[in-house]
Every structure is written in structure tokens, then in C-alpha cells.
């Protein structure tokens, strides 16, 4: 069983950066592609980054391409999102994924495993 705990959600002005931390355990991390996603106010919970199994392969939103980087430490059952320039329009509750598959996938209902989510307000 896979458990997944997000970390390092917050307040920042816009402009600022977050780094976002998902610790994973009870499951073969290293084998799974892993993703972000979030949920704004009022709005439906939205694909953000994914990065492959090895780390080499990442994709993103458009929006945040760019500001944002994902990356993993596989040795430490570790997925990171990079936030910079933060934007008012990146406030919501981000949550980690984890895939079954290895590859990239942006389609939630491939992502079997979540985390609860943290928070992250960006202030204009």
C-alpha cells in the first residue's frame, strides 16, 4: 500500500518560490512516474507536471512551463515541485501522485495512489 505525504505548502507573495516535497512509502517508488496536480477555489483539480520513473522525461502544464521544474530523488523515495515566479493564479491545494505505470501519463485516473494535498496561497 503506497503512502504518499505532501510537504512544503505555504504563503508567498507573487513573485516568490515554493518548493514542494511528496515522500512516498510502501511501494516501489523508483519504478513508478509520479505527478502534480492541483485544485484551485472553485475549480476542478488539474494536471500539473509529471516526471517519469528515472527522472530524465518531465512534462507541464503550459502555464507553468518554464517556472516550474519536477524532479525526483529516487534514494530518498522523494518527488519535488520547483515554484518560481508564483503567480496569484497558482493559489490551490496541490496534490502528489503516484502512477502504476513507469512512463508519463497527465490523465488522473491513471495516477492510482494520492497524497492529502497542501496548500499554497500566492498573494498579489
Known amino acids: 500500500q503506497v503512502q504518499l505525504v505532501e510537504s512544503g505548502g505555504g504563503l508567498v507573495q507573487a513573485g516568490g518560490s515554493l518548493r514542494l516535497s511528496c515522500a512516498a512509502s510502501g511501494g516501489t517508488f523508483s519504478t513508478s512516474a509520479m505527478a502534480w496536480f492541483r485544485q484551485a477555489p472553485g475549480k476542478e483539480r488539474l494536471f500539473v507536471a509529471a516526471?517519469?520513473?528515472?527522472?530524465?522525461?518531465?512534462y507541464y502544464l503550459d502555464s507553468v512551463k518554464g517556472r516550474f521544474t519536477i524532479s525526483r530523488d529516487n534514494a530518498k523515495n522523494t518527488v519535488y515541485l520547483l515554484m518560481n515566479s508564483l503567480k496569484s493564479e497558482d493559489t490551490a491545494v496541490y496534490y502528489c501522485?503516484?502512477?502504476?505505470?513507469?512512463?508519463?501519463?497527465?490523465?488522473?485516473?491513471?495516477?492510482?495512489?494520492w497524497g492529502q494535498g497542501t496548500q499554497v496561497t500566492v498573494s498579489s
Open positions: 516526471i517519469n520513473f528515472s527522472g530524465d522525461t518531465t
Open positions: 501522485a503516484a502512477a502504476k505505470t513507469s512512463y508519463i501519463t497527465t490523465r488522473e485516473s491513471t495516477y492510482n495512489y
